[in-house]
């Protein structure tokens, strides 16, 4: 409820429901599979829930929904169990689970401590606090595992949760020391080679103007950027981590392994300052790690330790009156702002949406589906946000534009952002919206089709309510 419901094929599905779709259907986006393949080639979720589908016979929309609320018993398992170690009270840990629901975005890194669908991230940061919670109970063999798997799922948060993991480990396990040591400089020289071999040597460049023009509206990517209060918000985690941590130290109420998990977290923030050069000279991998995404992590520590100072704090024996107090406030203000939520701000949306909410849209993404899957479309750069789905997510069509993902994805390879940024010049000149510049979009593109919430003096293909699809050639 916090987060607005659950939605099938919103916000970030518009890259990976149709990065899935490209193993189901070898002849969908034969247009824009480059522009898929510049993100897909990254990671192996898309790979993974293809081959679940197929071993299942799940769809799409039900597998997605199972992950999701897999992410969700994970992420409350993983940080309850990493509390009962820092916990002395049961309605503590009931306060946390609370907290955890509050869903708000972490200042300027794009990411929010919940989705309102499933989000690959969301699994990996899950798996990765999972491991963090094994390392708190000294069960370090199987903590890689679970870090193995949220690479597969997602990188660039279980990169993160590897440099904590390692920090964690390497002041946990002096006697690992110089094994890690050994490992490290081994990875280091293996990724030194690879460069020097040419493989990823255009992510260490520079990113040059007319690329950052194309990702210019992603100012998380660029800290140098953020204003006072995005700083504050994410840097204010620390003090928290380090006043807790050691009020716990003075009351002697630390735990096993507690000192070095801090260290841990701590040294994320430390990766941030290193890379923010690099982020300055605008090199490529820099920008494209989004290692800003570290404060999600320091957030969560300190959300961990906030509800132990406000639940328990240092008394020799914490009162349980207290405790449950502190409990109640932080259910009844989950249960009042999900309430606002989705039946104030949003009381049109259901609070589980499996299919594609906008009946209009869904029945002519369904039509749009009975089409070759050849054919190019134009829409609404801004459809997605419009219509709650990117019509290559629904639709599993080409498009011309879909501005909200293909500048998002633009910032992962040069060639895509040009020509991203080569139609957006086009939809500059020629709007879209109107007979000739749509035939004049369609000529030079090579378009098919055209989908409208208005009449046109075009060719009508298709018309599903209040939304009109004209053939184009």
């Known amino acids: 409820m916090n987060s607005a419901g659950y939605r099938f094929a919103a916000s970030d599905q518009a890259f990976y429901v149709p990065a899935v779709i490209r193993h189901l259907e070898p002849a969908a986006f034969p247009r824009d599979a480059p522009l898929i393949d510049a993100q897909a080639r990254l990671t192996l979720v898309d790979d993974l829930v293809a081959g679940v589908i197929r071993v299942t016979g799940l769809s799409l929309q039900h597998l997605f929904l199972v992950l999701y609320v897999a992410s969700l018993c994970l992420l409350a398992a993983a940080g309850v169990r990493i509390a009962s170690h820092l916990y002395r009270t049961r309605p503590a840990l009931l306060a946390l689970a609370a907290a955890l629901t509050l869903r708000h975005a972490v200042a300027k890194t794009g990411a929010n401590t919940l989705e309102g669908y499933?989000?690959?991230?969301?699994?990996?940061?899950?798996?990765?606090?999972?491991?963090?919670?094994?390392?708190?109970?000294?069960?370090?063999?199987?903590?890689?595992?679970?870090?193995?798997?949220?690479?597969?799922?997602?990188?660039?948060?279980?990169?993160?949760?590897?440099?904590?993991?390692?920090?964690?480990?390497?002041?946990?396990?002096?006697?690992?020391?110089?094994?890690?040591?050994?490992?490290?400089?081994?990875?280091?020289?293996?990724?030194?080679?690879?460069?020097?071999?040419?493989?990823?040597?255009?992510?260490?460049?520079?990113?040059?103007?007319?690329?950052?023009?194309?990702?210019?509206?992603?100012?998380?990517?660029?800290?140098?950027?953020?204003?006072?209060?995005?700083?504050?918000?994410?840097?204010?985690?620390?003090?928290?981590?380090?006043?807790?941590?050691?009020?716990?130290?003075?009351?002697?109420?630390?735990?096993?392994?507690?000192?070095?998990?801090?260290?841990?977290?701590?040294?994320?923030?430390v990766v941030f300052a290193c890379w923010l050069p690099f982020d300055i000279a605008r090199v490529a991998l820099a920008v494209q790690l989004q290692t800003s995404r570290v404060f999600w992590m320091l957030d969560v520590l300190a959300t961990i330790y906030l509800v132990w100072a406000l639940a328990e704090g240092t008394r020799d024996s914490p009162g349980t009156r207290r405790t449950a107090i502190v409990a109640s406030i932080l259910l009844v203000a989950s249960l009042a702002r999900g309430l606002y939520i989705s039946y104030v701000q949003f009381p049109d949306r259901r609070l589980f949406a499996v299919d594609l909410q906008h009946d209009d849209w869904r029945e002519a993404m369904a039509w749009a589906r009975t089409t070759d899957p050849g054919t190019g479309w134009l829409a609404d750069p801004g459809h997605a946000a419009q219509y709650g789905s990117s019509l290559r997510a629904a639709g599993h069509r080409d498009v011309l534009v879909e501005r909200l993902k293909d500048r998002a994805i633009a910032m992962y390879d040069r060639e895509t952002a040009m020509r991203l940024a080569d139609r957006e010049r086009a939809l500059a000149v020629l709007p879209w919206d109107t007979p000739d510049g749509a035939r004049a979009l369609a000529l030079r593109f090579g378009l098919d089709y055209l989908i409208i919430d208005r009449e046109l003096a075009l060719p009508l293909a298709h018309r599903s309510g209040s939304l009109y699809i004209y053939r184009l050639r």
Do not use: K
Request: with cysteine; net charge positive.
């Open 118 to 269: 499933f989000h690959p991230r969301m699994l990996a940061f899950a798996l990765g606090l999972s491991a963090v919670a094994l390392l708190l109970e000294r069960r370090e063999r199987a903590a890689p595992v679970l870090l193995v798997v949220a690479a597969a799922v997602h990188p660039t948060t279980a990169a993160w949760f590897c440099v904590w993991a390692g920090v964690t480990l390497w002041f946990s396990r002096p006697a690992w020391r110089t094994a890690m040591a050994g490992a490290a400089v081994a990875t280091a020289a293996a990724l030194a080679i690879a460069v020097a071999a040419g493989f990823g040597a255009a992510r260490l460049t520079r990113m040059d103007q007319a690329w950052l023009a194309v990702i210019a509206d992603r100012d998380y990517l660029f800290p140098t950027g953020w204003p006072i209060d995005a700083w504050l918000t994410n840097l204010v985690t620390i003090p928290i981590i380090v006043f807790c941590w050691r009020a716990r130290a003075r009351a002697r109420l630390t735990v096993a392994g507690e000192t070095p998990l801090v260290a841990g977290a701590l040294a994320l923030a």
